[in-house]
């Protein structure tokens, strides 16, 4: 947790180093060489909803999750994902998660056979307002299992992703500029081909709308970056069309 507040207080002093951050993100990713990698065009399309799950303690909050990914040009289902969690919130701008993700996975992504993620996770999230927008860091460390025929470790991944949501009052009061970049390292190798180290980077760039006082939809191009420098498959890039609906009860 003090990493994480150490993190966040230096983006929140430095919104502009902030920015460039996930900007260089977006430039080192198309960088690679295209010879080193495969590329495709992606849609996302998904729903989060998060409430209070008692009256009598508002801080007991609950999430569901659920996306769908097409891949191949967008012409196939590729992967799922549903993710319910619950939450604990220690103020107002922290909050500890406990949950689970069940993650069914087909080609592309899947090399020969469909199969299926299975994740628990803990995750602190932090959030504050400040004048130029909102700030938000999330902290994930995942146990992941897979039902690949003669896999039976445990895989450990970290997740780290900031996020930053600037008014566009020029434009609308509705409106919103989003940025996000969120790193993967895998803590160790495992039978299924995981191996310790970077496994991908998403860098998010796009626009919130606030339909109400409950749901915003948040739309843009997600950059996917999936590092296997020690697989013999290639590189993959993912051009990612991104549409979520953020729902607050």
Known sequence: MMRSSCRLNIM???????????????????????????????????????????????????????????GDNSTRFTQALIRPGLGYAINEKVTAWLGYDWVPTSRPLALKHPFNDHRIWQQLSLRDNYSFGTVISRTRLEQRFFDIPGSSDVAYRYRQMFKLLTPMHFVSPKVSFVIWNEI??????????????????????????????????????????????????????????????????
Not at 30 to 54: K, P, Y
Not at 209 to 237: A, C, H, V, W
């Open 12 to 70: 929140l002093k430095k919104p502009n180093a902030y920015i460039a951050s996930v900007a260089l993100g977006l430039i080192l990713a198309a960088s690679v060489s295209a010879g080193d990698r495969v590329e495709d065009f992606n849609t996302w399309t998904g729903i989060e909803m998060i409430g209070g799950l008692s009256s009598t303690n508002p801080n007991l909050k609950y999430k569901l999750f659920a996306q769908g990914r097409f």
């Open 184 to 249: 993967f390292v895998d803590l160790n190798s495992m039978d299924a081909g995981i191996r310790s180290g970077l496994n991908q980077n998403w860098a998010f760039a796009g626009i919130g709308y606030r339909l109400n006082k409950k749901t915003t939809i948040e739309m843009g191009y997600l950059n996917q970056f999936i590092n296997r420098s020690k697989s013999p498959r290639p590189d993959q890039m993912n051009h990612v069309l991104s549409v979520t609906m953020l729902v607050n009860f």
